[in-house]
T-cell receptor, first 114, second 117 residues
Framework: AAGVIQSPRHLIKEKRETATLKCYPIPRHDTVYWYQQGPGQDPQFLISFYEKMQSDKGSIPDRFSAQQFSDYHSELNMSSLELGDSALYFC?????????????FGPGTRLTVL | AQKITQTQPGMFVQEKEAVTLDCTYDTSDPSYGLFWYKQPSSGEMIFLIY??????QNATEGRYSLNFQKARKSANLVISASQLGDSAMYFC??????????????FGKGTLLTVNP
């Protein structure tokens, strides 16, 4: 079965640089979520999109922005990177029509800021 | 206040034995869902089991079962016949609400399970 695809899997950036993380949800899933998991931490919700519109926003820094495109893939753009942005970034997708609203997670992008 | 509390930072279990991982939650929403995810050292988040607030029976998925006690607001994960491959971090998570398009998950701090041979 198709899973959530995230690219790149690993990314190394310098402070103050920018990064773009991509997420391709499971086919026919209409909702995408982004989570940030710092070292030794639990995942924290950043932002979500339903049918290409932002549906909720969590503790996402103003330096970050995201969008969902017409093919439902999503991109998380991170600017002026800081050391504290080093984390595992997950994208998850779900289908609004299911009763469980189960979220399927991608493998994550591990971002290291030097 | 913490919405999801996992009081066991680490647990040890012998191979082939059963283990219970604790999770308590806090919500005033009558409609919610509870999830358990497994995160091995490789980092991926693997969905294990789901319990809806209106579900009458405890959820089961193979060796995983959820001991759901609604009045106590607890949703403990029971793993039967532990295997070495079960060694991982386990997260309890909750989504609240039944309407709209927002079902973000709130996670607990996790329990690191180690299965000993």
């Amino acid at each position: 079965a198709a899973g959530v695809i995230q690219s790149p899997r690993h990314l190394i950036k310098e402070k103050r640089e920018t990064a773009t993380l991509k997420c391709y949800p499971i086919p026919r899933h209409d909702t995408v979520y982004w989570y940030q998991q710092g070292p030794g931490q639990d995942p924290q919700f950043l932002i979500s999109f339903y049918e290409k519109m932002q549906s909720d926003k969590g503790s996402i820094p103003d330096r970050f922005s995201a969008q969902q495109f017409s093919d439902y893939h999503s991109e998380l753009n991170m600017s002026s990177l800081e050391l504290g942005d080093s984390a595992l970034y997950f994208c998850a997708s779900s289908s609004y029509g299911t009763s469980k609203h189960e979220q399927f997670f991608g493998p994550g992008t591990r971002l290291t800021v030097l | 206040a913490q919405k999801i509390t996992q009081t066991q930072p680490g647990m040890f279990v012998q191979e082939k034995e059963a283990v219970t991982l604790d999770c308590t939650y806090d919500t005033s929403d009558p409609s919610y869902g509870l999830f358990w995810y497994k995160q091995p050292s490789s980092g991926e988040m693997i969905f294990l089991i789901y319990q809806g607030s209106y579900d009458q029976q405890n959820a089961t998925e193979g060796r995983y079962s959820l001991n759901f006690q609604k009045a106590r607001k607890s949703a403990n994960l029971v793993i039967s016949a532990s295997q070495l491959g079960d060694s991982a971090m386990y997260f309890c998570a909750m989504r609240e609400g039944s309407g709209g398009s927002n079902y973000k998950l709130t996670f607990g701090k996790g329990t690191l399970l180690t299965v000993n041979p």
